[in-house]
């Protein structure tokens, strides 16, 4: 999964950390004038933590945390691993639904974790406590995804993430290197909000699902942009393959890596700026 370990530059890519699958890579770089962000693990550290859980009446909260945890334990998504911590069991014909949430059975319940929306479209409506949890999380700018098992709606998990402390500074250099900054997230409009506030984005396309991150940057492309796009998920890959520039946070999926020209080893979003000012100065030395 790692590219060609070519690196930028006169060695300085080496010492920053940046990974470049090719040549290339680099002529795209000089003309990029957009930089579309990933929120979850690229701008945020992606390591939530879960901070509430909610019944719906007549639902044991420990049940809610259980079977949720289970079938979580099966994935590898940031919110999966705030919501597994430390359960184990059984799961059986798990099916990950990327963007949305994810499915299986454990102890015999088909069980059902994902966005509020996901739950709706199964026809398991959130009950109206349980959608006032689901309001108030995310007007405190965290996440809220919501637990169905046999047909019906019975919980809410809240978990929260933190932004990186290198995230902020790489906003202002890419400004300062005349790009401008878009925060693009299947997450919700609320907690992707709060995070642009904290790192001084205005530009927020949140509530986004996978297939139309895509989507966005072709959108963007046609409007004539020439686009960066710094993402970690699977959710990112498409993404990440159609922007002029890919670059993937080292600790990402395989896929995104793969999908990528560049990568950046230490998930320090301020490299990612870094190499667009390194490769303009090195290739217009070399021209
Ligand atoms: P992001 O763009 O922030 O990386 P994703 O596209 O991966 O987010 O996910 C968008 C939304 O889908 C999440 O905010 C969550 O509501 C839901 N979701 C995705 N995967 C899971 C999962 N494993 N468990 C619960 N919810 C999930
Ligand atoms: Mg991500």
């Keep these: 999964a790692t590219p060609t370990a070519l690196l930028v530059g006169t060695g300085r890519g080496a010492q920053l950390g940046i990974l470049v699958r090719g040549p290339e890579a680099l002529e795209q770089t000089r003309r990029v004038d957009t930089v579309v962000l990933d929120k979850t693990g690229t701008v945020t550290t992606g390591r939530m933590t879960l901070v509430d859980v909610v019944a719906a009446d007549g639902t044991d909260p ?12 099966a994935s590898e998504h940031p919110i999966a691993r705030a919501v597994a911590d430390g359960h184990t069991g059984a799961v059986e014909d798990f099916a990950n639904l990327p963007g949305r949430g994810v499915r299986g059975s454990v102890d015999g319940h088909d069980v059902v974790v994902g966005r509020p929306a996901l739950l709706a479209e199964l026809g398991h409506p959130l009950p109206d406590p349980l959608v006032d949890a689901v309001d108030r999380a995310e007007a405190a700018g965290r996440t809220a995804v919501a637990v169905a098992w046999d047909g019906a709606a019975r919980g809410v998990l809240v978990v929260a993430d933190g932004v990186k402390d290198t995230s902020a500074e790489a906003v202002e250099r890419f400004r300062a290197l005349g790009l401008a900054p878009v925060l693009l997230t299947g997450d919700n409009e609320r907690a992707a909000r709060a995070v642009a506030r904290e790192v001084g ?25 020439v686009v960066a796009m710094v993402g970690d998920g699977v959710n990112d890959a498409a993404a990440l393959a159609q922007a002029d520039l890919g670059i993937a946070m080292g600790a990402g999926t395989d896929v995104a890596i793969e999908a990528s020209d560049l990568t950046l080893v230490r998930g320090d979003l301020r490299v990612a700026a870094d190499a667009v000012r390194l490769s303009r100065r090195t290739l217009g030395t070399i021209r």
Aim: hydrophobic residues 45%.
């Design 62 to 73: 420990a049940d809610v945390r259980r079977l949720a945890g289970v079938l979580e334990s």
């Design 201 to 225: 984005i205005d530009d927020v396309v949140a509530g986004v699902m996978p297939e139309d991150k895509v989507e966005h940057v072709r959108r963007l492309q046609a409007e004539g942009r």
